[in-house]
Each structure stands twice: as C-alpha cells, then as structure tokens.
C-alpha cells in the first residue's frame, strides 16, 4: 500500500505494531509486531547454558550454516537491503558479502585474540588462560548497514558462546527479521539468536533489563551517551559502543588532482554520506585549494542520484526518511547563514521524497564550526595555510573515528599518522576504508576503547586464569603450632 504521510515523520510505531517504508517511493515494506523484551530475556538465558557448554567447533560449524543460507538469499537480501535502507543496489550486493565473510574473520579472530594458554605453576601444576562468553548480548543494529553491522556484533558473540537479542533500527527492520530467519534456517537453537522488534522504547528497555549482560551498539553519539551514561551504575555489563564521527579528509600537495577529487567523493558521498567514517570535513592546504575544489565541484555534479533498483544504477540514492532530508537541509542553511559559502548547493530533488544532491560548503569563515556528526551527504571546507594547520584542524573535534591524508610525502605521513587523534587514520584512502583484518573503532565520541571488526571477540568473552592441580597438595609451613 501507498504511505499517506509522504512528508514530515513517518507512523513508524504505533501502539503494536512496527512499520517500514522504502524511501525511495514512499510504499510501505513491511510490518511487525513489537517484541516483548521481558519474554525474549528470559528464554535467552534458558538457552544460554547450553549454548555456551557446546563445543567450539559446533558454534563455529552452525555460523558457517547461516554464512551458507546467506549466500542462498544473497539476491533478495541485498534487494531488500537496497529498498529499505536506499542505498543503490550494487552497494547492497557489498553488504551481504560482508555479512558473509564475517564468519571465516571471526573464526580467525576468536582463534587469536582468545586462544587458550598453559603454563607450567608450582608444585608440578598448571597455570591456565581461558575465555568464557558474557551470557546474553544485547545488538542494537543501525540503518545504514542494517544487516553488516548487527552481523558485525552478532558472529563473534555467537562464537564465543554468547546468546543473542538482536533490536534492529526501527528505520530497517525487514532486513533485521530477514538476518535472523537465516540463524532460524541455519538450525540454531531456540533461544539463541532472537528478533527484538521494536523503537527506541524496546531498546531502552533491553539496555536496562537485569538479564541482560552486555550491550553491543552502534549508532549516534547521543544515544550512545544515554547507554553509557545508563549503565554507568552497573560495570558488569560489558558495553561497546561505536558512535561515529566529525571526520577530517586532510589534502596536501598532489599532482593527481583528479584521483584527489574521486576519493573525496568516495568519503563523503557514498552511501549518501551515511556511513560513521564518512569525511564530514574537507581540509585543504591554501596552494591545492583553487585546483581541488574545481575538480570536485565537477565530479559532484555528475554524480547520478536515483532509486537504488534503477538502472543504470545511480551512486547515490536516498536518505533514510522525509524527517532527515528536512533535517539536513536546515542544517545546510543554517551553515549558509553562518557565514558558509556554497560550492554545491544540497538540494531536495523531489519534495515528497528523500532524494538529496550533494551539498558542499566552504566554511572557513564561520568562527564557532558546529562540531556535529551531519549524517548525510554534507561536506564542510576549510582552508588552511599549511600541513600542521590541517592536522591541528583536523583534530578541532570532540570525535575520533577516522581520518585520512591525501599527497604529501612518507615523511608528511608519519607526522599526520602521529598527531592525528583517531581510531582508523588512511593516506591516499578514502575515510571510509578498513580492513577487515583490523579493529574497527574511534576515540572521544566515537567510540569507548572497544574496537569491533577483528577486536571483536575482546569484548565477547572475559578472560580467566587458572592454577590447577589434579590432586590436592598444600602445606602450611609457617605460623603453626608443632
């Protein structure tokens, strides 16, 4: 059916139930009925014993069945993604590809951040380093990657012996119900992997539940702070929060002015500029500014936009809702009045719709730089004198996620490498690339020192030391009576 509310917020959550729109036409994807948190809780922790006692090898063995009942879905999972989350199709298709190579990484990881150890200890015994998994995680998954992400969490937790609640944007459920019916398809056991429906409401409530034992999220910094800050009273639950950034694309003298403006665009636009490691700001040195933005200006403006299934296939599509374009484009404005001087304007390509152009500001004259996370394909410019001015204004942040420099020499690397404050710091990449054999994670706002990708497994299992013995054998050879 059409959505009758093509403007303004959309009747995502009513009193039951849980609905889903594709932006790019306004239909109405799906709907479901909100998950019971108190219920799935309890039939988590009746799974958890008996998941966490199975062989290392049978958890590893039922993830690869769910990476091969991915595969089989790969078509219509990366459709649904591209319709429900808008972004172009071919960029879905990388998406579940991810979702599917996430298991062999995990595997690889959990072998080498958690492997077991055994010393030789006193008195002919053992001294033991084992991991042992927290008991029921809590995946809070974002939009924009609505099946990686989650995915991201929830492999190394299961691996690692944990039970799973996953809460799914409430902006992208359908991919969130179509992740989890691959664990059912895969033959998990009931209880181990469960669909938490639901919008802010659910997710307050499985942060704060008492059977709950970590919490794994990724999304804004603001509702990072609230769990963080909700949670504070109680250090027993393992928090890991990635929270995204304000990041700096620094540019120093290049030649390759083209290949300058191509990894711009693939930092700041892709995904519609809604990636946490998207560049945020463009900060030139004052001999390459003329030269660059003339490039960029002109690849921006041919950047198709368009429907994610169209074809040719656009590089962009839409934003996730009618509430975040209107948002963006106040927040555009609100830079022009500060003082900002369009490059590109952000224009609204259909009013109905969430379809955005690529807006790029220059913003060197605005004193006070609002230091914010704009989750969308906005671009700020700064100009500055030289390299140590561009490190120093690429650190003018309370976030620190990622950062890349592009040009310079090796030399100009290592002082941007070792000055810059970040978790993910590229030269001559795009901000938004990582290796997967990596960990994955910022500082201040970004992130609190818990790295997801390859560093996952860190926070899915606590370590414990051991010293054993077959038999007993003590003695007490001081301080007794004879």
Known sequence: MRNPHKRGKFPRVTDTTLISYDPATGDELWRGELGDVDTAVSAARRAF??????????RIELCRRFANEVRAEADGLAELIAREAGKPLWEARTEVDAVINKVDISVNAYAERTGKKKLDSAMNGTAALRHKPHGAMAVLGPYNF????????MIPALIAGNVVLFKPSEKTPAVG????ECFRKAKFPEGVVQLVVGGPDEGKALVAHPGIDGVLFTGSANAGIAINRKLASNPGKIV???????????????????????????????????????????IIVDSMFDAVIAELKKLTKSLIV??????????????IDNETAELLGESFLALVTAGGKPIT?????????????????DTTDIPDRPDIELFGPILQVIRVPDLDA???????TR??????????????????????????INWNRPTNGASSAAPFGGIGLSGNHRPAAFYAADYCAYPVASTELEQPRANIAIGVQT
């Open 49 to 58: 014993p008996e998941w966490a006692a199975r062989p290392l090898a049978n």
């Open 146 to 153: 609505p099946a990686h992400l989650p995915n991201g969490h």
């Open 177 to 180: 119900a179509a992740l989890v």
């Open 240 to 282: 890991a929060l990635e929270m995204g950034g304000n990041n700096p694309i620094v540019v120093t003298n290049t030649p390759l002015i083209s290949d300058a403006a191509a990894l711009i665009v693939q930092s700041a636009f892709t995904t519609a500029g809604q990636r946490c490691t998207a560049a945020r700001r463009l």
């Open 306 to 319: 368009g429907n994610p299934l169209d074809d040719p296939q656009p590089f962009m599509g839409p934003v």
């Open 345 to 361: 304007h952000l224009r609204r390509t259909d009013p109905d719709k969430p379809f955005l152009t690529p807006g790029i500001i």
């Open 390 to 396: 561009g490190i120093a204004e690429a650190n003018n």
């Open 399 to 424: 976030f620190g996620l990622s950062a890349s420099l592009i040009g310079g020499s090796p030399d100009d690397y290592a002082r941007f490498w070792a000055n810059v404050r970040a978790g993910i």
